[in-house]
């Protein structure tokens, strides 16, 4: 039975590499895949999933207000597809993922959808949330903090390498660098008052 996945994780624990090589897998088995990311992410060129270790993909994109269930249903009729895979699924809006849900149900396809679970003032991004709430199975790709506990936050620093406790919660192009920490670390790094 077809599933709705959601493999979450924070900055730099490398999800990018984890899609791609579970979409290599159903490649080399003769089986088609459907690779989709954030239109917004220019990181790697429109229309492409790339990681940090240097491997790639072509992917087709979505953008807000897009129908998901129309993009893969059309997908679908061009031919069959083993998994959607998607990139970026923190963006996903609340009504793209009950649409990703519906392609799971109602088309039987199973989606993976790959993303962060907040953002840098540690709250959930919208496609996050209701992903945690519709997602058959949930999987955590883990990095580590500095200190070697397991890194759930990050924190938005600017090109000075000052930490950002505001600003938009999606940031396009500027000079921002991301840095994954575990809580405690994430609390010290934003100055939080009620740390010893
Ligand atoms: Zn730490």
């Known amino acids: 039975m077809a599933k709705l996945y959601f493999h979450y ?9 984890v899609l791609l090589q579970a979409a ?22 429109e229309g492409r999933i790339a990681s940090r270790i240097g491997i790639g993909s072509a992917a087709d994109t979505f953008a807000p207000g897009e129908d998901l269930f129309g993009k893969i249903a059309k997908r679908l009729a061009a031919g069959p597809v083993a998994c959607v895979f998607i990139d970026e699924s923190q963006f996903l809006e609340d009504a793209q993922v009950w649409q990703l849900a519906r392609a799971v149900d109602d088309l039987g396809v199973p989606v993976m959808a790959y993303g962060l679970r907040v953002d840098f003032r540690g709250r959930l991004f919208p496609g996050s949330a209701t992903l945690l709430a519709l997602a058959d199975e949930m999987r955590e790709v883990r990095t580590i903090c500095h200190c070697g506990k397991k890194a759930t936050m990050v924190v938005r620093k600017d090109a000075s390498g000052a930490v950002l406790r505001d600003g938009a919660q999606v940031q396009i192009g500027g000079n921002e660098t991301y840095v994954s920490l575990c809580r405690r670390h994430w609390r010290k790094a934003v100055g939080d008052p009620d740390m010893g």
């Open 9 to 17: 994780s924070t900055m730099n624990a490398g999800k990018s590499t």
């Open 24 to 45: 290599h897998n159903y490649r080399e088995r003769g089986m088609e895949t459907y690779l989709l990311t954030a239109q917004l992410d220019t990181r790697a060129g």
